[in-house]
Antibody, heavy 122, light 107 residues
Framework: QLQLQESGPGLVKPSETLSLTCTVSGGSISFTSYYWGWIRHPPGKELEWIGGFKYGGSPYYHPSLKSRVTISLDTSKNQFSLRLSSVTAADTAAYYC??????????????WGQGTLVTVSS | ETTLTQSPAFMSATPGDKVNISCKASQDIDDDMNWYQQKPGEAAISIIQETTSLVPGIPPRFSGSGYGTDFTLTINNIESEDAAYYFCLQYDNFPPTFGGGTKVEIK
């Protein structure tokens, strides 16, 4: 059974960089049959797709976050990571990693992690 | 960007009720819509894929319908275990976008 688990600091100071890791078990991120991505859910707002990638391909980023986001992968650990720079209070959210089958369309996620809450505050 | 307007934001249902949750897209998304269920502290699970396909293992009281811009998640004979947060996702247009979510309470 595929499992995804997010990890990282729960508190980040304004202007600093948010860094999270998603550890995948029960499946390899090297399979080209799947995309892997990050989503966030700010309190009181709708979920927002942040970005994602397919192994061997270039990452895709949300246009509004593109200048601040980097998604990378570590196949030796079966992990992928999110870095979001210059954070503000507006980046406070629950952050999720998820998998999407590689079929038509953009990231039709089928498996999600439980999420991790990140608060931006001094 | 495709906006998904999901309604209602909250609903309270009695066991046995039929519940409809709507997602309206700001532009045509064919049938590229998924529905998810999330309970507090748990990972979201996929319940409907590609508008109408029930994910294996999901009870058949869940169903999805629609095409183009109007979509509906229906829960027939709702049960207490269906109390959760439900949300839709369109993946036809870039970037993928989500509905605002519906919190379903069971009386």
């Amino acid at each position: 059974q595929l499992q995804l688990q997010e990890s990282g600091p729960g508190l980040v100071k304004p202007s600093e960089t948010l860094s999270l890791t998603c550890t995948v078990s029960g499946g390899s991120i090297s399979f080209t049959s799947y995309y892997w991505g990050w989503i966030r859910h700010p309190p009181g707002k709708e979920l927002e797709w942040i970005g994602g990638f397919k192994y061997g391909g270039s990452p895709y980023y949300h246009p509004s976050l593109k200048s601040r986001v980097t998604i990378s992968l570590d196949t030796s650990k079966n992990q992928f990571s999110l870095r979001l720079s210059s954070v503000t209070a507006a980046d406070t959210a629950a952050y999720y990693c998820a998998r999407a089958p590689n079929k038509s369309g953009w990231f039709p996620f089928d498996y999600w992690g439980q999420g991790t809450l990140v608060t931006v505050s001094s | 960007e495709t906006t998904l307007t999901q309604s209602p934001a909250f609903m309270s249902a009695t066991p046995g009720d039929k519940v409809n949750i709507s997602c309206k897209a700001s532009q045509d998304i064919d049938d590229d819509m998924n529905w998810y269920q999330q309970k507090p502290g748990e990972a979201a699970i996929s319940i409907i894929q590609e508008t109408t396909s029930l994910v294996p293992g999901i009870p058949p009281r869940f169903s999805g319908s629609g095409y183009g811009t109007d979509f509906t998640l229906t829960i027939n004979n709702i049960e207490s275990e269906d109390a959760a947060y439900y949300f839709c996702l369109q993946y036809d247009n870039f970037p993928p976008t989500f509905g605002g979510g519906t919190k379903v309470e069971i009386k």
